[in-house]
């Protein structure tokens, strides 16, 4: 499976930040598999974000679930990351992923990877 991320590399305070992951050589809708955003910050330890399972059901890192909100276009096989009011301390590189459950991926032990995106927060 090969997962792509896409969006802007500067997003200023206050703002949403909008990512895409395109998915190839593998089905979002695949049971069993959950879809993720991971990031991390510079000098600082990986950050699982949220997730969305083959049933379209969500979850989020408590941290950061009212900023968070995950969706997906199936007849695209992408799915989204937004969040909102955005500010330096989200400036992070931004990696999407796949994992073989909820679990797996809240742990990082995640089968695939993009290639993550830098993402600066700044006016």
């Known amino acids: 499976v090969q997962l792509q991320e896409s969006g802007p590399g500067l997003v200023k305070p206050s703002e949403t930040l909008s990512l895409t992951c395109t998915v190839s050589g593998g089905s979002i809708t695949t049971n069993s598999v959950v879809w993720g955003w991971i990031r991390q910050p510079p000098g600082k330890e990986p950050e699982w974000m949220g997730a969305?399972?083959?049933?379209?059901?969500?979850y989020y890192n408590p941290s950061l679930k009212s900023r968070t909100s995950i969706s997906r276009d199936t007849s695209k096989n992408q799915f989204t990351l937004q969040l909102s009011s955005v500010a330096p301390r989200d400036t992070a590189v931004y990696y999407c992923?796949?994992?073989?459950?909820?679990?797996?991926?809240?742990?990082?032990?995640?089968?695939?990877w993009g290639q993550g995106t830098q993402v600066t927060v700044s006016s």
């Open positions: 969305i399972d083959a049933s379209g059901t969500t």
């Open positions: 992923a796949t994992a073989p459950g909820i679990m797996s991926m809240t742990l990082g032990t995640v089968d695939d």
